[in-house]
C-alpha cells in the first residue's frame, strides 16, 4: 500500500504560495491545478511519499477554501493524467509520462520500445521523469538516436541498437545524396515507390504546399498586351514608311 503523507515541516516556495492564494480568491481552478501539480511533481523527485488532499492545502496553506471550490479542485485532480490518485488510501502523487528514475531504467526502456517497434520518447519526457535527466543522456550518447520532431520544438531518442548497424559503402552514400527530386510532391513521390514495391510512412503531413512547389505562371501581361485596343489607327493606313 501507498504510505499517505501529512506534511508538517515541508515548504512550498513563496512564489507558489502567492500564486496559490490568488488562484483560490480568483475561482481559478485551472490555475491552482497547475500550481499543484508543480508541487506534487518536485515531491515525486524528492522522492517523497503521496499525500492526502487536506494535506496538498495544508502545503499551500489553503485552509479556509470554500467547499464548492474545494470539491471541485479534488475532482480534477483526481481526473488529471498527470496525477496517480489512490482510492484506498485518498492520496495523490504525480505521474510521468514515462516510468523511469535511473539511467538502467531509461537504457531498459528504450530497449524495449526498440524491440517492441514502439519508436522513441520525447526530451519533455525523459525530463519530467528523470531529475538527473542531463546526465543520464551524456551517460547514454552511445546508445542514443538523436532527432528532431517535424515542427523543430523539441527532439526525440531512439535507441541505437548495434546489432542493426549497417555499414555502407561510400559509393552509396554518394549516389543517395545525387539523387534530386525538386519540384515534386511528396504524394508524387510515394507513387513512384509504390510502383517498386516500397512501402510509404502512414500519417506523414504533404509539406509541399507549404515550402511552395515552382510552377511556371502565365505571363498575364503578354495575354494582355495582345488584347488591348489600338488607339493609333491610323498606323494601320500605311502612313509609316520604312526609310
Known sequence: ??????????????????????????????????????????????????????????????????????????????????????????????????????????????????????????????????????TALVKMKDDLIEISTRDKVEKAYFYANKDLTIELDESFNALWRSVSVEGLTRSTIEAELRKVDVDVLKGAKDNSQERGVKRKRKDHGRRRATRAHVSNTHLEKGYLHDY
Request: glycine share 4%; charged share 30%; hydrophobic share 35%.
Open 1 to 134: 500500500s501507498i504510505m499517505a503523507s501529512h506534511p508538517t515541516e515541508e515548504s512550498v516556495d513563496t512564489e507558489l504560495l502567492e500564486s496559490a492564494r490568488k488562484a483560490m480568491k480568483s475561482n481559478g481552478q485551472v490555475r491552482l491545478i497547475n500550481i499543484i501539480l508543480q508541487v506534487l511533481h518536485k515531491r515525486y523527485f524528492d522522492r517523497k511519499t503521496a499525500v492526502t488532499f487536506s494535506g496538498i492545502l495544508q502545503l499551500l496553506e489553503l485552509p479556509d477554501m470554500k467547499e464548492s471550490f474545494r470539491a471541485l479542485v479534488k475532482k480534477l485532480l483526481i481526473n488529471n493524467p498527470k496525477i496517480r490518485y489512490d482510492t484506498r488510501e485518498g492520496v495523490f502523487s504525480f505521474k510521468p509520462a514515462l516510468n523511469i528514475r535511473s539511467t538502467k531504467d531509461f537504457r531498459n526502456l528504450l530497449q524495449t520500445y526498440e524491440s517492441q517497434g514502439k519508436g522513441g520518447v520525447l526530451l519533455s519526457e525523459v525530463e519530467e521523469a528523470m531529475p538527473n535527466s542531463e
